[in-house]
């Protein structure tokens, strides 16, 4: 079979199992529409801002597990996807980026729309290619889907010259198999000793907790975490990017770690005496001051990438593998022997727990006249079944998600958690869609941050993508409010988001349905109005107290045992 | 603390660029840096003195190995090893006792003269970077037209080797 390089990279694609794409033309990539517009096997989903196609592919990835896939010109088409570039790479989410360039022989000239796309991903990408010549097309694109997907997923970024895809150049196309790259091997079983001595520790446990991340997605290995987190009877958090991966609604969870972690989460962190951390990266949002993390504790960490390893925090036991293959060893030498932590240490620990939880650190007013974004959230994951795909941007409203929505499987809370990104949620939410149309798929977001990809409702109508959008508007960016509120001795310095759209007028001008709700005693129908319209995006218009904080906050500077709470009345 | 890090890099366009931005995006310290190709044309062998606390040379050396370029990675301070770096140093040499004090100079510290003008010689000489500098200091800075340093590349003494 002869093709031309538009052609190859279009069978390409298709050897990989790619169904969608998300992509913008534009002259560097014409050879490769042209290649798009004669078959059918990939479909192509034009969105309106480039950034709106990497968001898109992000979360596509993020709900699916299969890397997801861009398409964008070279110059601004390439500058407008370094954000959604930089969004998978921070929360290691595999992508697969095809840019357009100029001719090889303009390379470096000032050519019209030339810009260093990969000197400019350098620092954003888990690797770049730049094609040389359209033999190495195959196998650089074999090679980019093999990086994207293995070891520590991110997104990888192929540069093609615009000459390379042309339709007089035709070669003969096989597409490899295999990839071999002698300086790219990921290790995924983890040192058999290590693992042991990992086993023992948390055997002789006092005070043991579980602290899990993003790793445990990545990795497919909730059913192992969780049964080895229930056959030992410990305490679990999650972090922002493992919620879901041990189900909320179980007892042993203590809820979400961190900055806006809680009560219950941060206080066990700093009182345990053995930390088991799987597939997390001990960030700055959940380690407080790190001089003062875990105290007492010995600390175990599993990672697939030795980097993440005492990075931040120096660990006692580091274990370097793929968590899935990690735990199926661990698990079994936990069954094998009928060692266990002492149970009355074990049910001291759980009562001390359990007293912590008795603070109910999340309670928050529900008796206010103005609608508390708490109970939103509530509501939708009690309209939902708490089985939504729910995608979120960045700000309070995230957070309120992370808190109050009880996640209960993995690849179900889609956001932007490491270079909070605003701007994610509503292009996210139509690349989960996508993946899932029977399923519900929900946008929950900020007045200021949903303005920031908005366009994309347009996407949403042009390839029928009838998500929901949960905007909760309190015309402040309300985090950025609460820092100033706090820090700033209530300075609110343009934070607040004048001359806001009619977002029922703006939604209906799309050719969507539009909602506002302004009473709490109207939240629930109106949710349950909107998800009853399987077929309509229905974009739903909170008008919600101006002054709510997100509590418990553990601010700069302070360890996991000091919170600033919310006073209730 | 002092290291010399000892890489074999695939010797392809942007490769450089990665490990140098590395150093630049996280703020590690980069003494010195050198890079040529080996004798299989596909590596590249590079050396890297840098300074930090074990940490952060941890960090360093973690990070290296997570580019994709990176084929392989050995740090030579834990190991015996020797290190070179080569100067070319231009110097004022003018009137005999001058030109004689250099020639003096140079063959003390086994350098080599391998240009020669009515007013200038230019001395090749090679060592570890303290060699250097006393060289530098023994010629003094009155003389010194210009120095054109290499960085330093080291070696593992004894049979150990980086190889693929
Ligand atoms: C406004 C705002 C507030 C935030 N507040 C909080 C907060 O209160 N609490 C909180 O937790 N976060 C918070 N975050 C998110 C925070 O910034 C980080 O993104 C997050 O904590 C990182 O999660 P993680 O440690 O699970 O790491 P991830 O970024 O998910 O990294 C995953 C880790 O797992 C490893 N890994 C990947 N695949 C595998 C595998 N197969 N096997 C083994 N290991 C693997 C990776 O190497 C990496 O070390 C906030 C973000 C924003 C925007
Ligand atoms: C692209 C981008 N710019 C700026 C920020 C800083 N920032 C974080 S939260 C926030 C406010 C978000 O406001 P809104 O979307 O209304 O959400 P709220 O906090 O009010 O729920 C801002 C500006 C960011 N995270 N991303
Ligand atoms: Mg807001």
């Known amino acids: 079979m002869e093709l031309s390089g538009g052609e190859i990279i279009i069978e390409a694609l298709k050897e990989e199992g790619v169904e969608h794409i998300f992509g913008y033309p534009g002259g560097a990539v014409l050879h490769i529409y042209d290649a798009l517009y004669k078959q059918d096997a990939v479909q192509h989903i034009l969105v309106r801002h480039e950034q709106g196609a990497t968001h898109a592919a992000d979360a596509y990835a993020r709900a699916t597990g299969k890397p997801g896939v861009v398409l964008v010109t070279s110059g601004p088409g390439a500058t407008n996807a370094v954000t959604g570039i930089a969004t998978a790479f921070m929360d290691s989410v595999p992508m697969v980026i095809i840019t357009g360039q100029v001719h090889r022989a303009m390379i470096g000239s000032d050519a019209f729309q030339e810009v260093d796309s990969v000197g400019i991903t350098r620092p954003c990408v888990k690797h770049n290619f730049l094609v040389q010549t359209v033999e190495d097309l195959a196998p650089t694109l074999r090679k980019a889907f093999y990086v994207a997907s293995t070891g520590r997923p991110g997104p990888v970024v192929v540069d093609v010259p615009k000459d390379i895809t042309a339709p007089e150049v035709k070669i003969p196309f096989s597409y490899p198999r295999d990839v071999q790259m002698r300086s790219y091997n990921p290790t995924v079983s983890g040192h058999t000793g290590q693992i042991h001595k990992a086993v023992e520790l948390l055997l002789s446990a006092r005070r043991p907790m579980i602290y899990t991340g993003g790793g445990v997605v990545a990795s497919e290995a909730s059913a192992e975490l969780t049964e080895f987190t229930q056959l030992l009877g410990y305490p679990i958090t999650n972090t922002l990017m493992g919620l879901g991966t041990y189900p909320a609604s179980d007892e042993q969870f203590l809820g979400m770690l961190g900055m806006h972690g809680t009560y219950e989460a941060n206080m066990a962190m700093h009182d345990c005496d053995v930390l088991l951390a799987v597939g997390a990266r001990f960030d700055d949002r959940v380690t407080g001051t790190t001089a003062d993390f875990c105290p007492h504790a010995k600390i175990i960490h599993i990672d697939i990438d030795p980097a993440s390893i005492s990075k931040n925090i120096r660990v006692d036991v580091p274990i370097v593998g793929d968590v899935k293959q990690v735990l199926e060893v661990m698990l079994q030498a936990v069954r094998q022997t009928d060692r266990r932590a002492k149970p009355d240490d074990l049910a001291a620990w759980w009562k001390q727990i359990n007293e912590w939880r008795a603070t109910d650190c999340l309670a928050y007013d529900r008796n206010s006249d103005l609608i508390k974004p708490q109970f939103v959230v509530e509501k939708l994951c009690e309209v939902t079944g708490g089985d939504a795909f729910v995608a979120s941007d960045v700000g309070q409203h995230q957070m309120f998600v992370a808190q109050f929505y009880k996640f209960n499987k993995p690849r179900r809370w889609l956001n932007s958690g490491g270079l909070g990104t605003m701007g994610f949620g509503l292009p996210g939410a139509l690349g989960a869609k996508l993946a899932f149309p029977d399923e519900d798929v929900v946008c929950v977001t900020g007045e200021a941050s949903i303005q920031m990809c908005i366009q994309e409702l347009s996407t949403a109508k042009q390839f029928g993508l009838p998500v929901k959008v949960v905007n909760l508007n309190n015309r402040y960016m309300g985090m950025v409010r609460q820092w100033q509120e706090f820090n700033y001795n209530k300075r609110y310095s343009h934070s607040y988001v004048d001359a806001l759209p009619d977002f029922v007028k703006l939604a209906e001008s799309y050719g969507h349905v539009g909602m506002v709700i302004e009473r709490p005693g109207d939240v629930e129908a109106a949710l349950r109005e909107a998800f009853a319209m399987k077929d309509r995006l229905v974009f739903m218009d909170f008008i919600t107290d101006q002054s709510e904080n997100v509590y418990p906050m553990i601010e700069a500077g302070k360890p996991h045992n000091v919170m600033r709470m919310r006073e209730l009345a | ?164």
């Open chain 2, 1 to 164: 603390m002092r290291h010399i890090l000892s890489i074999l890099l695939e010797n392809e366009s942007g490769a450089l660029s990665r490990v140098a931005g590395l150093f630049s995006a996280r703020g590690y310290n980069i003494e010195s840096l050198t890079v040529a190709a080996t004798n299989d044309p596909s590596l590249s062998r590079m050396t890297i003195v840098t300074t930090g606390t074990e940490q952060i040379i941890e960090q360093i050396t973690k990070q290296l190995n997570k580019l994709v370029d990176v084929v392989r990675l050995v740090s030579l301070t834990e190991t015996a090893h020797i290190e070179r770096e080569m100067m070319l140093m231009k110097v004022r040499a003018t009137g005999n006792d001058s030109r004689e004090e250099v020639k003096r100079v140079t063959d003390i510290f086994r350098g080599k003269i391998i240009d020669v003008t009515e007013s200038t010689f230019v001395v090749e000489m090679t060592g570890d970077g303290e060699k250097l500098d006393a060289f530098i200091r023994a010629v003094g800075e009155e003389h010194i037209i210009e120095v054109v340093r290499s960085g330093t590349s080291g070696i593992a003494r004894g049979e150990k080797s980086l190889k693929v």
